[in-house]
């Protein structure tokens, strides 16, 4: 069983919808992130939070350290929006899921 | 223009050949990491290196090099002896060991 595991692993929506990511891990952690990587390869760091809650634009990131989960939320989605969305939990390492691709559809 | 560069964009290796992955930052980051991405599975880290003249391996450093002589520097030999070469590979720094990691734009590798 991977140490990180999210969901789904792909995801399909329409213009304007609401989207979840979930990512649960099974080790102990300081901080969470969540990364963007779009088709051509490069990864985007969008949130790095060890509690809470974080929002930036329509991106909205939380975290429960007691139930070992995050969740990435993207509100009125937008075709712009599609790329793997990434979970990394930073304990004694970084390790990585392995990734919930995104389409958006106009 | 500050950040990372990876270079090339795509390589192309024959088996039995050393190939060199190039990865410079002006970001003035400590630390320093290459990844390797396959289909499928998250990113592995193959080596690390939190100051000049150190490194260390990660999970998957077999048929791998690196050096670290320069702060600004840490190139990636992918060596005959990695069987398996062809991925993406991503190279990031950080402040330091727990902070935020910024990714450069990688590299592909394929074996002809």
């Known amino acids: 069983k991977n140490e990180v595991e999210q969901s789904p692993q792909n995801l399909t929506a329409q213009e304007g919808e609401f989207i979840t990511i979930n990512c649960s891990y099974s080790v102990g952690i300081s901080a969470l992130h969540w990364l963007q990587q779009h088709p051509g390869g490069g990864i985007v760091s969008l949130f790095m939070l060890s509690s809470g809650k974080k929002k930036h634009g329509r991106l909205i990131a939380t975290i429960n350290i007691q139930e070992k989960h995050s969740s990435l939320h993207i509100t009125a989605s937008h075709p712009r929006d599609s790329a793997v969305y990434i979970c990394?939990?930073?304990?004694?390492?970084?390790?990585f899921g392995t990734g919930t691709r995104l389409q958006v559809f106009p | 223009d500050g950040g990372i560069t990876q270079s090339p964009k795509y390589l192309f290796r024959k088996e039995g050949q050393n190939v060199t992955l190039s990865c410079e930052q002006n970001l003035n980051h400590d630390a320093m990491y290459w990844y390797r991405q396959d289909p499928g599975q998250g990113l592995r880290l193959i080596y690390y290196s939190q100051i000049v003249n150190d490194f260390q391996k990660g999970d998957i450093a077999e048929g791998y090099s690196v050096s670290r002589e320069k702060k600004e520097s840490f190139p990636l030999t992918v060596t005959s002896a990695q069987k398996n070469p062809t991925a993406f590979y991503l190279c990031a720094t950080s402040r330091g060991g727990r902070e935020t990691q910024y990714f450069g734009p990688g590299t592909r590798l394929l074996v002809l």
């Open positions: 990394a939990v930073i304990g004694d390492k970084l390790i």
